[in-house]
């Protein structure tokens, strides 16, 4: 028992440090959200708010043809540092020539800044 209290007393710092850590992971101040961060996600574990996950980029839609593509078989490019799907070549060549021709869908436009923690 001595020798456990002199560790705590030796090494107090450090278990603070990894309780605060702990704790704002939990409450979703992490990166990421943290483990959860109380968001209420749906069954899959995919929130509204998980931007970048695989069930909000299986409705990614090329801008050229208005279709849904699939974003881990689909050509793509990065427009203002945000990737951008084509179901062709062609279309992903259209767009580059003139990307101001065509609306990009809510989820692929450019984030100027982010409101909010998740």
Do not use: K
Not at 46 to 67: F, I
């Amino acid at each position: 028992m001595e020798v456990e209290m002199q560790w705590l007393e030796q090494n107090w710092l450090f278990v603070l440090l990894g309780a605060g850590v702990i704790f704002f992971m939990m409450r979703g101040g992490g990166m990421g959200c943290g483990m959860g961060g109380g968001q209420g996600g749906s069954p899959g574990g995919a929130s509204p708010h998980d931007h970048g996950s695989a069930p909000m980029q299986a409705q990614t839609v090329d801008p050229v043809s208005g279709r849904p593509v699939e974003p881990s078989t689909a050509v793509s490019t990065v427009y203002r540092g945000v990737p951008v799907y084509f179901e062709s070549r062609e279309n992903r060549d259209r767009f580059e020539a003139s990307p101001g021709q065509f609306a990009l869908p809510q989820a692929q436009q450019p984030q100027s800044h982010r409101r909010g923690s998740c």
